[in-house]
């Protein structure tokens, strides 16, 4: 019999009988993304509350919860920028405006969008914009690349969630995909994992040695992974993300031969590979890793993401992003190819401004002074934050952080007292959300949980980014400082 | 035991052990989408052939399988691109090029997004836009809106992805979720149902009737999918992709009666919603119609699909769409915005040209008289197109061809010769995709087969787009007529 609603001719005006949470894909109901979660969404709120001219004990919200350079005040690069305002409006060209870089770029870009960029592009992204970006990762690995293993995204977390969705056999009913993250983790992650179905085996980055990988635990972590899915894949996020940790060289060639050795596909979030600070980290890519070991496209499969959206750039709004495939057969990259056709192609907007950060203007270019300046500038700035921000840290009670050597953040542990944490249990609160609510509502500085990102069962963390102007950042660290000290005097 | 790779320390380097297509999600193999098949890609082949010189019997391909109006010569509507020039470089707003309203938009616009567009916006589109988009619904159908039920998102595609997403229970092993999806379709929805493992139950448009819904013709349909599925939602793609029809109101009350006898989720494709041409049509919005019929969000749940991709922007590559939620919980909604929070937001570019589509220069508004000319151009040559190419269709041997009231499409079937059919069929190939590759390496003119967008079985069809310069549909036209004289003497 079929179930039909009675009388729904003369239908029933009354009855609530809209779609129930219990009618929907479960897997939808365990997402959680930590970083624009209720910390984030509250801040928000009092920020519109202080707008309001609500009385509070500070004067705006500081939000060092999203690595998002130029909310907090960062100019964007002007090449970029002209070139996507030439691409969006050529009739700009007539006006003289533009240094002649600019403008030769401009028309190189249009004619590989068809001449405007409100034609769909090629689904993996336009020829053009597909070659700079090969080029790019030749010079910076010394190998070659191929322009049909770039695949152009609106930024890396769509990439990233296309590898996992494809990789993660979510309806085998026998045994779960398992796809090893570490922890700390970007919660994108854990995220997709929930949205996929897949299995989450987590390795746990070493705190004690500045959270580099070791080769026992990801051993453990994947014996452990066996007892209940099949470990698919490994994801490495270098620079990372939360922790800062800059991979030394011999510790990715362990991960490389213990991928080759269980078989895994490598995924390596390389995002932040322009945000080395530490005078003795160097960014190495995974690609140039596992070439120099001695495999090739038969013997090992590796995705390598990167994004405007960090760096130098940080046009996270842009959306723009790519992913290198590595060891995948034909047939693969195919399907892949079907996948993103059904969704046309990416933003021109987002393939314009990658084009101009993997191919920016070099010496004698009209507009290699500026860009040039605006680099620098950015990246010195920003180590002088990442120093910063360690030293203040350590100044504060209850705090630990190791070396910021890369990326955007620092990941500091609290060692919160044992009445705050008894205090917060009762609040059904992990304590280090309970803590960073707390420190929202007294100084309206918004950082993230560590629980968001996962981390060592009994350990409690948050994510700070290292973003805000100099000034802010002292003011910040002064804040957090005077709000340690008044929580260990009323837990102690 | 675990299954390690033998020697692996010692990497024996020449065995081939990459991913293989057995270790992959087999959803994503069953995914295809036509209109960037293998008759497009041999369209490209063959532009490139072309332009290396090879010696063809005709001059130029004419891609008519995307309804990408820019590709084929529309210009892009001024005011949107004017604005979206001066976001992404607002040094432009000091040298008097633009219009004041344009200057004046800009700085709203890009208030909204944190004085940059390289910022992330909330997850779910800027609250500005969202405004705009609110208002312009409320316009459009006499009803209240709220900013808070509208998603904007890379195009209408990954809004309708999104959707079908949540509301498949993949996972549930006892019965798989149905999806209403009218045949023919717009292959977006085989696709997305292949991606998410759920199950498409076919409805027949009465091409009799010109592409019309019947109600016997759902009752069917439905009753057919309670046998194999547990059905969830109805999609109708209104003004039709690829039929081209404009669904009459008393149509639209029988859809939306039936969805709420049988508690369907209405899922309203509305990206055509400016292109209706023929003088006895008009649109309305499903929306419209669930109010008029006196449903309320406790009693009715649907979700509407608007892009820029289409109308007279026809902004494909600037990837900007929104939809609006009817009738959905508050936990749902929230759910949904953790989904999209996970991708970070959507592409700024995208909801800048978004809001200039909703909130148009109006009369006095300086940009007004070109925006107004240009519009009404566009339209007016989307009109002529259609008529001539339904006239000229219509003259064609073994073709008829349905009025074409809106979209950018005809959907002619085609009277094949039995001879060419068996002919096709000792060849493998669907007799309708055999001819769309012979036309297309005989006369340049590329096409989409009907079996890629699903039809009655025993018939076939083609899809074409009514988009081509007027000069260029006549000579498309005359290439099909002789191709067709030639086709139907050899197979006679």
Same mark, same amino acid.
């Given at each position: ?94 006006? #003289? !405006?533009?240094?002649?870089?600019? =403008? ?5 870009? /249009?004619? &590989?969008?068809?001449? $405007? ?6 689904s993996s992204g336009?020829?053009?914009?597909r ?18 293993n770039i695949f152009i995204t ?5 990439a990233?969630?296309m ?10 009913? #026998? !045994?779960?995909?398992?796809?090893? =993250? ?5 919660? /994108?992650? &854990?995220?997709?994992? $929930? ?70 596909? /490598? ?55 790519y992913m290198e495939l ?10 892949l190819i079907?996948?993103v056709?059904?969704? /046309? ?148």
């Amino acid at each position: 019999m079929l179930p039909k609603n009675q009388d729904s001719e003369s239908a029933d005006m009354e009855e609530s009988q809209t779609l129930d949470v219990v009618d929907i894909n479960p897997c939808l109901l365990n997402i959680d993304y930590a970083c624009r979660g209720s910390i984030p969404s509250r801040a928000s709120q009092i920020q519109k509350e202080l707008i309001q001219g609500d009385a509070k004990c500070f004067k705006k919200v500081v939000q060092c919860n999203l690595g998002d350079c130029q909310l907090l005040g960062q100019k964007p690069i002007t090449f970029g920028r002209q070139i996507l305002s030439a691409c969006a409006y050529p009739e700009l060209l007539n006006h #003289n !405006i533009f240094p002649s870089d600019v =403008v030769d770029r401009t028309k190189l870009l /249009l004619k &590989s969008f068809n001449n $405007s960029i409100g034609c769909y592009s090629e689904s993996s992204g336009s020829e053009f914009v597909r070659n700079s970006v090969t080029k790019y990762i030749q010079k910076r690995d010394g190998y070659p690349a191929d322009p049909n293993n770039i695949f152009i995204t609106n930024g890396a977390s769509s990439a990233i969630k296309m590898i996992l969705y494809s990789l993660i056999k979510a309806y085998d009913n #026998n !045994i779960m995909t398992g796809i090893m =993250v570490p922890v700390p983790q970007y919660p /994108l992650y &854990s995220a997709s994992l $929930s949205e996929f179905n897949g299995k989450l085996i987590p390795y746990y980055l070493n705190e004690a040695d500045n959270w580099s990988l070791s080769k026992s635990e990801i051993e453990r972590a994947i014996t452990d992974g066996f007892t209940f899915s099949k470990p698919k894949a490994l994801v490495v996020i270098n620079p990372g993300n939360p922790t800062g940790q800059v991979l030394s060289y011999q510790n990715m060639v362990e991960i490389v031969k213990f991928c080759h050795k269980y078989k895994l596909v /490598l995924l390596a979030d390389e995002v932040y590979q322009h945000n080395v600070y530490d005078k003795d980290s160097k960014f190495f890519s995974f690609k140039k890793v596992v070439l120099d070991s001695g495999f090739t496209e038969n013997t090992f499969t590796l995705v390598s993401f990167h994004s405007v959206s960090k760096g130098y750039y940080s046009e996270c709004g842009i959306r723009g992003g790519y992913m290198e495939l590595f060891g995948f057969k034909p047939e693969l990259r195919a399907a892949l190819i079907k996948l993103v056709s059904s969704n /046309l192609c990416s933003s021109t907007s987002g393939q314009i401004i990658l084009e101009s950060l993997v191919n920016p203007p070099v010496e004698h270019d009209p507009s290699f002074p500026v860009f040039h300046e605006e680099k620098s500038a950015i990246l010195d700035e920003l180590r002088q934050k990442s120093e910063l921000m360690h030293s203040l840290l350590g100044e504060i009670i209850g705090i630990k952080c190791n070396k910021i050597q890369g990326a955007l953040y620092a990941f500091p542990q609290l060692f919160l007292p044992q009445k705050f944490i008894e205090h917060s249990e009762k609040e059904s609160k992990p304590p280090d959300e309970y803590y960073c609510m707390k420190l929202l509502e007294e100084t309206g500085v918004c950082v993230v949980p560590g629980s968001g990102f996962r981390q060592m069962p009994g350990t409690h963390h948050f994510r700070i980014t290292i973003i805000p102007p100099l000034e802010d950042i002292k003011n910040v660290l002064s804040s957090i400082s005077d709000f340690n000290q008044k929580l260990f005097k009323e837990f102690s």
